[in-house]
């Protein structure tokens, strides 16, 4: 249920225009400081994981892993995506309060 509600935000942070996809563009967003919650699928490689823990650990980034590849990209309107990262305070914090209540 909070996953659904979570993605449902996910949606509207994307038609929002506050959401990037794509390992490289994500990396650079939180290095950048733009990224204010990385969504790592549940479905990504190990080594994909490892990645964005530690970027997210050394430059405070919150980091939640939610849904498949699919379901990710489904909600960010692309074809299966492994990582996002929302680019707004506002609803990085809503999605992550959500999925940590």
Do not use: W
């Not at 659904?4 to 994500?26: F, H, Y």
């Not at 549940?42 to 849904?67: H, I, M, Q």
């Not at 960010?76 to 940590?100: F, H, N, Q």
Request: glycine content about 8%.
């Amino acid at each position: 249920m909070k996953e659904e509600k979570a993605l449902s935000l996910l949606g509207m942070a994307t038609r929002a225009g506050k959401t990037i996809s794509g390992e490289d563009t994500v990396l650079q967003s939180i290095r950048n400081g733009t990224a204010f919650l990385v969504i790592v699928s549940l479905e990504a490689s190990d080594r994909s994981k490892k990645t964005f823990n530690d970027k997210c650990t050394y430059y405070d980034v919150p980091l939640v892993s939610l849904g498949s590849k699919e379901e990710l990209g489904r909600h960010l309107g692309k074809p299966s995506r492994t990582v996002a990262a929302v680019t707004d305070e506002g609803l990085g914090r809503s999605i992550y309060k959500l999925l940590k209540e």
